[in-house]
């Protein structure tokens, strides 16, 4: 990997890194983040298709209370970077799957240190606040936010000093049944992460579109183009025929509250 090379991908840690507290521009999200760094490495492909298996990952992944989520920035952008730099092509997904897992937990422990050192700077800033000392409380704004991104970067440059031979030496010693098992694994944990997606979205309203997109997909000459446009469309269908029951359904009742006994619509409805 070149040195050009090597400064976008921390350019890109950096960005990921700020954006999983940020959530504006969705660096963070793997579809997005291992896309990026297959695209400033040269390995496009392999990147967008780590980047959409770890996406059915951190589908299911969810802040909820004092539970945080595993990082997704850091396991999108590590184990890019791992897969990219092993050489394996389209091979080295299963493996790089199941190590980002690994970076997803082992991020926990990062976010903790840097969210701690914030408690601190939360103090500095109030302080600053009594006194009416409005640039500081920006600077320390920014320099938190930073904080943030180093949490990436500076995890993502250390893997980029580690020499590409030594990591493709590592790969290609590990036995068949390991890299076998690993290639499995990171199947199976996509599958789970899916199905906590379909666990939160599935009502009776929901599942003929399940039903209709598994026969669709089963159908090799359509690309995922045709597949999106199907789905689009079936989407603008429900949303026209429900908000045409909803209007029937208001002129023949004398009241009965928003409940269509849509939970689907009633959802969309109040979105």
């Given at each position: 990997m070149s040195a050009i090379s090597m400064i976008l991908v921390v350019v890109v840690a950096f960005f990921a890194g700020m954006e999983g507290i940020l959530d504006e521009f969705e660096f963070h999200q793997p579809l997005v983040a291992c896309t990026l760094i297959g695209l400033v490495t040269g390995h496009l492909v392999l990147g967008v298709m780590l980047g959409g298996s770890l996406q059915m990952i951190?589908?299911?992944?969810?802040?909820?209370?004092?539970?945080?989520?595993?990082?997704?920035?850091?396991?999108?952008?590590?184990?890019?970077?791992?897969?990219?730099?092993?050489?394996?092509?389209?091979?080295?997904?299963?493996?790089?799957?199941?190590?980002?897992?690994?970076?997803?937990?082992?991020?926990?422990?990062?976010?903790?240190?840097?969210?701690?050192?914030?408690?601190?700077?939360?103090?500095?800033?109030?302080?600053?606040?009594?006194?009416?000392?409005?640039?500081?409380?920006?600077?320390?704004?920014v320099i938190a936010i930073c904080l943030q991104g180093l949490r990436i970067a500076i995890p993502s440059a250390l893997l980029l000093v580690i020499p590409s031979s030594e990591v493709r030496a590592v790969l290609n010693a590990m036995p068949s049944w390991l890299s076998d098992g690993m290639t499995i694994g990171g199947g199976m944990v996509v599958a789970v992460g899916y199905a906590m997606v379909i666990n939160m979205m599935a009502s009776r309203e929901v599942w003929p579109f399940f039903v209709i997109g598994f026969v669709i997909a089963s159908i090799t000459d359509l690309t995922l183009i045709a597949i999106g446009a199907l789905g689009v469309s079936l989407a603008l269908m429900y949303l026209a025929l429900d908000k045409g029951g909803s209007n029937g359904n208001s002129s023949g009742n004398s009241g009965g509250g928003n409940n269509t006994g849509d939970p689907l619509g009633d959802i969309l409805d109040a979105y």
């Open positions: 951190a589908l299911g992944w969810a802040n909820i209370g004092a539970a945080v989520a595993p990082d997704a920035a850091l396991a999108s952008v590590g184990s890019a970077i791992i897969l990219i730099e092993g050489g394996q092509g389209t091979k080295g997904i299963g493996s790089a799957i199941a190590v980002a897992v690994t970076l997803a937990v082992a991020g926990l422990f990062l976010t903790m240190i840097v969210r701690t050192i914030t408690t601190f700077i939360v103090h500095i800033m109030d302080h600053a606040a009594e006194e009416g000392k409005s640039r500081i409380i920006d600077m320390w704004q």
